[in-house]
């Protein structure tokens, strides 16, 4: 998600979104991954996993981290160069990403249904397009 | 467990560290406008 976030990152904040990752570990681990992966991203950590529980993410169970899903995602990442290391982090946590609007509302939410699974970009951008409807 | 979070929910505050070690809560980016927030798997 972060390398997609990255490559279509001019187009979200064209969309008027600012975009932020929170990731597992330490700053040390951040500013190795997300420096090299995304410098455009705004990457915050939380060492302790609590925000991903406040943001009701739980880890996933078995069919959820290892799937055909999970597998195709772990070729296409390896197709582009990305190769696993040394794990950060609970790796049965489960991903989720949120559009918020300025007024602290949540404005899309999305739960991943495997370990694997991103939204789409165009969903993020349609989620987008909608924000000054809803405030009017 | 936090329930799942649904559009129209207010976003709940949370308290991370920015990459330098600075402190830094996610209202203090949505109170400048609208935000996306990917939370990560893990890195590895």
Redesign the interface.
């Known amino acids: ?2 390398s997609s ?1 990255e490559s279509h990152h001019g187009e ?1 904040e064209r969309a ?12 040390k ?3 190795r ?3 090299s992966l995304a410098p455009n991203i ?6 302790t996993t ?9 880890q996933g169970k078995l069919g959820e981290l290892l799937n055909v899903g999970v597998i195709m995602g772990g070729v296409r990442a390896a197709s582009k160069g990305h190769v ?8 049965r ?17 999305f ?2 249904t495997h ?1 694997a699974d991103h939204p789409p970009i165009a969903d ?1 951008l349609h989620a ?1 397009s909608l ?1 000054g409807s809803a405030s009017n | ?14 308290s ?6 600075q402190p ?1 809560t ?2 203090e ?16």
Not at chain 2, 1 to 14: E, F, H, N, W, Y
């Open positions: 998600m972060l976030l979200l008027g979104l600012t975009v932020l990752a929170v990731a597992q570990g330490e700053p681990h951040n500013e991954y997300c420096g705004t990457c915050l950590s939380d060492s609590d925000s991903y529980h406040t943001w009701g993410l739980q696993g290391g040394p794990v950060i982090g609970d790796a946590m489960m991903p989720g990403t949120f559009i918020v609007d300025g007024a602290g509302i949540v404005r899309y939410a739960y991943a370990a993020l987008a924000l | 467990m936090a329930a799942r979070l649904q559009p129209g929910d207010q976003a709940p505050d949370v991370l560290v920015g990459i330098t070690g830094a996610l209202s980016y949505w109170k400048n406008g609208p935000v996306l927030i990917s939370f990560l798997r893990h890195f590895g």
